[in-house]
Structure formats: C-alpha cells, structure tokens
C-alpha cells in the first residue's frame, strides 16, 4: 500500500471482516438474473415471467424486491437495483452469495452526445472508475469491464431484434450534481458515450466475484451542453420496457 489516496491503497486480500456468502442464509437465486433499475417495469413483468417473491434484500432504505420466475420454461431471477455504486454493489455481492453466476444489467443514463436520442440503446464495452467503489475490488486503474460472453449475448439479441444501439465507454461518477462542463467536456473526449453511477462498481464485483456480467442502457438526459436537459429521463416507459426484457433475453443466453 504506497499510495498516499487512501482509495488506491488497494488490498487483494480475498477475505474480508464481513464476507456476504457467511452473512447471506438464503441460496434461492437462479443463475441467470436481471438487475433491473425500473420498478414499475419489473411490477408490469409480473404476469408474463410468472414472478415469484423470494426473500427481499434489504437497506435502511426499506426491503428491495427480489423475484424468481420463467422465461420460456427456464428460470430467472429479476432483482431491483438500487441507484448508486455502493449500494448497488452490496446488493450485487448479496445476489451472488444466494447464487447468481450470469448478469445482464438494465438502467438509464444520462448522454454526452447529443446525437444519441432518448431511448436510444447504448451498450457499455468499459467504464470509467470515476467512483469509489471499484477501488474496493479491483486495482487503481481507469477503467473497468463487463464480461465477454453477455456483451456478445447483448449484441446478438439487439441484432435479431434490428435494434439500432451504440456501443462505448459509459462514465461512472458518484457526484451526478458535479458533473461540470469542463469534466463533461473531459470525459466526452476521453471517449464516453454516457453518464452512470453503477457501472464501474458492477463490473468490478463481477470480476472480483468470478460471476459474468453485461449491461445495457437507454439514453436518458442530456448533459453535453453548458444547461441541463432533462429530456424524457424516466418517462419513457415503452423504453425502459423494450430494455428490460431484451435484457431478459440477452441473459438467457449467457
């Protein structure tokens, strides 16, 4: 530990004070699951994947929902998100201790180009660490990464869809009120398509877990201007729908 940062004094120990898998009396998640960012979606999927409630996660925040179901005769575990790297981390890592191995990850974010509409499908291939979190789990370094095979699961499945998407660096930032037009501007050239607070965290736990792990976004606000423009962020529901089970279909084939 040489840095003077305490959050690069990265340690590779394997054990920690507190380890989920002791903690976690639970082992009910099928291996394939959906971190999903939106509730409503989620409640409106009930009926189709035959949902199951499972033992919530929980925070000081309340119970977080978990659910086990089917897709096409095969199980799926579909679990809320929480909004923010540590958090979300956490209950990733809880995720992984009561059994899920293969991820897909659906949220929004916000864009720093403006030639990506809203609700367009964006398809992170990095993130930039530009949160506290990663530094948890993996060395100092700028970016982190999804796995290989649900990227590749992701892209087959918008392809067969004809879905128009993106790919490229998504910035992860835990300070969503001090995103500046100087560091947008920084980050937009350092080649990042969005703007997040999960990514990096979920693709670090992923790596240090062992387990596989993709995401897919839409396009939310726009942020690449001097003023905030809110767009349809959170409205789109047809949008955050369509995410949501093409992220089902993409994690059946992980």
């Known amino acids: 530990m040489k840095y003077s940062i305490p959050l690069l004094e990265f340690d590779p ?10 903690l976690i009396r639970h082992r009910d998640m099928p291996k394939r699951c959906v971190l999903c960012f939106f ?19 929980k925070s ?8 086990s179901g089917k897709y096409k005769g095969h199980a799926i575990g579909i679990v809320q998100a929480a909004v923010g790297a540590p958090l979300a981390a956490g209950l990733f890592e809880e995720v992984i201790a009561r059994g899920g191995r293969k991820f897909v990850a659906c949220g929004g974010a916000g864009v720093l180009d403006k030639s990506i509409v809203s609700g367009q499908i964006v398809v992170p291939t990095s993130a930039l660490r530009d949160e506290g979190t990663s530094y948890h789990y993996l060395p100092p370094n700028r970016d982190a990464y999804p796995s290989p095979k649900p ?3 992701i892209i087959r499945v918008l392809k067969r869809h004809s879905c128009h998407y993106v790919k490229g660096k998504t910035w992860t930032t835990d300070g969503f009120y001090r995103e500046t037009p100087k560091k947008v501007a920084k980050r937009r050239k350092q080649g990042c398509l969005t703007v997040e607070m999960e990514a990096a965290a979920l693709f670090a736990v992923g790596e240090f877990r062992g387990v596989q792990i993709g995401q897919l976004l839409y396009g939310g606000d726009d942020v ?15 949008a955050r729908e369509k995410l949501f089970w093409l992220s089902v279909e993409a994690c059946m084939e992980i």
Not at 47 to 56: F, I, S, T, V, Y
Not at 224 to 238: A, M, V, Y
């Open 13 to 22: 120990e394997r054990k920690a004070v507190i380890e989920p898998v002791k």
């Open 39 to 57: 509730r409503e979606v989620i409640e409106k999927s009930r009926r189709k994947l035959a949902l199951r409630a499972l033992h919530p996660l």
């Open 60 to 67: 000081e925040m309340g119970e977080i929902p978990v659910f």
């Open 151 to 153: 990227v590749a699961a």
């Open 224 to 238: 690449s201007g001097i003023e905030w423009d809110p767009r349809e962020f959170g409205q789109k529901i047809p």
